[in-house]
């Protein structure tokens, strides 16, 4: 979910990167229509969070929510398939962010992308947990809340702030997998053969019991976030029948774990959701991806969703646990529908402080402290 520069570099000739195909159609300078996707994302899981899932929000709005929304749950209920629209975007966004770049370069930019909000979101957690607590859960100790500032609290099993965290450790292995083939250098080529193995590989380890290759190679997230990187090849050098055959397979690995996961849902879990309906969004989120990917969106050139999706990390970040706490407060006092509307404005409005007066100038002074390290050591090596 991180915020994402979705300016394109110049591409390469595509004759250079394989073979004799066309050249690269000439990318637009900056993709809004994925600013607007992922503003679309980022609203759905807010949304769900706060009148779509009853279990959680019964504790805060202290009724279920089908009672207070009773026509808005079953839409809302289904927006928790935004973090799946986040993750096509992330597979078609990181593979663009990291072409032409070192893996040195893609460490570092990835690192100050998603660490400075992560951290003050982590401080306003603990504030949150200590201060305003729901009275039913407990909170997390002083080590699980020092461990969330790693943001590999999966791995050091350490329980996450913000239930919101568990895709960051998604994201997480994603920038660790793709690493293996920037390593080299990316290329029309060596991109695509990544995608088929780990698309594979993602199939196969599910007959055997590895939880580590199971970690990095889950056939959901997997398919998602090749799914995206193919959409972006078609962006970058054209469709053709390999990247065709490439975004089908990864639907069809995706659908299948989907509906698979839906169904566990609805009859363990208790969550009424239809499956097929499930399937029916995500192929719309397939479909608005592979518009911009075929460039049908580059007439989109609202430069406020530059802004609006530059608070989307934030949003993500900030939204749960303090929303809830807001839900709890205000709802005794303003009602249902205000509360939920005071609550999401509110949200917006501390997400665009945060990104303008601690994500981006933590991040302007982070990169110039590594840029200064680095010329020192440079300047160290050279005497």
């Excluded at 501390?350 to 590594?370: G, I, T, Y």
Aim: charged share 15%.
């Amino acid at each position: 979910m991180s915020q994402t520069d979705v300016k394109v570099p110049a591409p390469r000739d595509a004759a250079d990167a394989r073979g004799s195909v066309p050249p690269a159609k000439a990318p637009a300078p900056r993709l809004y229509a994925l600013d607007a996707l992922r503003v679309v994302a980022a609203l759905s899981v807010l949304i769900f969070h706060f009148t779509g899932v009853d279990a959680a929000t019964r504790a805060n709005w202290g009724v279920n929510p089908k009672e207070l929304f009773p026509w808005l749950f079953p839409v809302t209920s289904y927006g928790s398939y935004g973090v799946q629209l986040f993750f096509i975007i992330s597979g078609f966004v990181i593979c663009l962010s990291a072409w032409d770049r070192t893996p040195g370069q893609f460490v570092r930019a990835r690192f100050l992308r998603l660490f400075p909000a992560y951290w003050f979101s982590v401080v306003v957690a603990v504030l949150v947990w200590r201060g305003l607590p729901d009275g039913a859960r407990k909170a997390p100790s002083v080590s699980e809340s020092l461990t969330n500032l790693t943001m590999f609290q999966v791995p050091l099993s350490a329980r996450h702030l913000v239930g919101a965290y568990w895709t960051l450790w998604v994201e997480l292995t994603f920038y660790l997998i793709f690493l293996v083939v920037l390593w080299k250098g990316l290329d029309y080529i060596r991109v695509s053969v990544f995608c088929w193995l780990w698309l594979l590989s993602s199939v196969l380890v599910q007959q055997d019991d590895v939880p580590l290759l199971g970690i990095f190679a889950q056939p959901l997230n997997t398919a998602l976030f090749v799914s995206g990187i193919a959409m972006y090849l078609m962006y970058r050098f054209g469709p053709d029948l390999k990247l065709w055959g490439l975004l089908g397979a990864s639907w069809l690995v995706m659908q299948s774990d989907l509906v698979q996961h839906a169904d566990h849902l609805r009859h363990d879990e208790g969550m009424d959701r239809d499956p097929y309906v499930a399937l029916a969004l995500v192929t719309v989120f397939y479909l608005l991806v592979l518009a911009v990917a075929l460039h049908k969106l580059d007439r989109i050139g609202w430069k406020w969703l530059a802004t609006a999706g530059a608070l989307v990390y934030p949003l993500y970040l900030l939204h749960e646990e303090l929303g809830w706490a807001m839900i709890r407060t205000l709802y005794g006092h303003l009602g249902a529908w205000a509360t939920l509307g005071v609550t999401t404005a509110s949200l917006l409005v501390l997400s665009w402080l945060v990104h303008r007066f601690v994500e981006k100038p933590s991040q302007r002074w982070l990169r110039s402290a590594l840029e200064k390290e680095s010329r020192r050591r440079a300047a160290d090596a050279g005497s």
